[in-house]
């Protein structure tokens, strides 16, 4: 047995039988996005999660005060920055902070290999708000973020199941670039799915991340439409942990169903490019 099926065979059967826990949610960002889903949610529970953690409460309002999200005043508390913001910005705003944290390794291999999934993921999710705004579904633009965000929920937690495999492992030092894409193409979208259902997260986001890189998909889903053709203009511009130039979004699906123009995608890939830049912290 080589070294490639050796690793991938035992992540399947440590996953096979749920020997792995590993977290991929902060808990109180994950009771929000649930509480956020009940039609009768009230924003006072809102208000309550987030000043019940202070750690989560201070990267909001750090977040809210940042260059990306500022507005002419800074927010001093959880209260002014649900009511400029609305409680789904806010929501959304603990997600973006608490997984920020959990793309982040001791292990310096795997730390650049989360990061450069973290920009992938906050691209994505910036490119696709901005989609849903251009194409008439700005009322959608929050869920839009939040897929992109967590489309490659999947391949955060197989990371972090090599990362502890290898710890324990004679795989220690020795897995490679080739293993670690193995491992990740092969097993990313059903866990990542499995995760979203196991956590309970709203049907939206679960459809996102079953659908965002299959070649038959559900054309009638805006939102997966919008995420996957957020993750084509970050593969065409090399962000992530694939690069393909030659990618034509023009001539996707995703575009067609979206009804984009070309210079509506170039603006596309601007704004993707724009949010590499752009801190979400203000730290």
């Known amino acids: 047995m080589n070294q490639q099926t050796s690793i991938v065979e035992v992540i399947k059967a440590r996953l ?10 902060h808990a109180v960002a994950l009771r929000l996005q649930q509480a956020l889903a009940r039609p009768d949610f009230d924003i006072k529970e809102v208000h309550q999660l987030l000043n019940a953690d202070p750690g989560i409460a201070t990267g909001v309002l750090r977040a809210a005060n940042s260059a990306f999200y500022a507005g002419l005043t800074k927010v001093s508390t ?8 609305g409680a789904n910005e806010v929501a959304n705003l603990a997600m973006v902070t608490t997984q920020q944290d959990l793309y982040r390794s001791n292990d310096t291999r795997y730390n650049a290999i989360m990061q450069t999934l973290w920009k992938h993921s906050f691209c994505c999710a910036v490119g696709s708000k901005w989609l849903a705004q251009k194409v008439g579904f700005a009322a959608q633009a929050q869920e839009a973020f ?3 965000l967590l489309h490659d929920l999947g391949k955060l937690f197989l990371l972090k199941c090599m990362e502890e495999v290898c ?9 490679s670039q080739a293993v670690l894409r193995e491992v990740l193409a092969t097993l990313h979208v059903e866990q990542g799915y499995q995760l979203m259902v196991q956590w309970q ?3 939206v986001y679960c459809d996102i991340v079953a659908g965002h890189q299959q ?3 559900d054309q009638a889903n805006v939102l997966l439409a919008m995420v996957r053709l957020a993750n084509l203009a970050c593969r065409k511009l090399g962000i992530g942990m694939n690069r ?5 979004l023009f001539a996707s699906a995703e575009a067609q169903v979206l009804g984009l123009k070309e210079t509506a995608l170039a603006e596309l890939e601007i704004i993707v490019e724009d949010a590499l830049a752009v801190p979400i ?3």
């Open 16 to 25: 096979a039988e749920g020997r792995l826990s590993i977290p991929v949610f």
């Open 78 to 85: 959880i209260r002014e920055a649900i009511i400029r913001l």
């Open 146 to 148: 939040l897929g992109g």
């Open 167 to 175: 710890r324990e492992q004679h795989f220690n030092g020795v897995t």
């Open 201 to 203: 997260m709203p049907q």
């Open 215 to 217: 070649e038959r998909w």
């Open 244 to 248: 393909d130039p030659s990618v034509l």
């Open 281 to 283: 912290s203000s730290e």
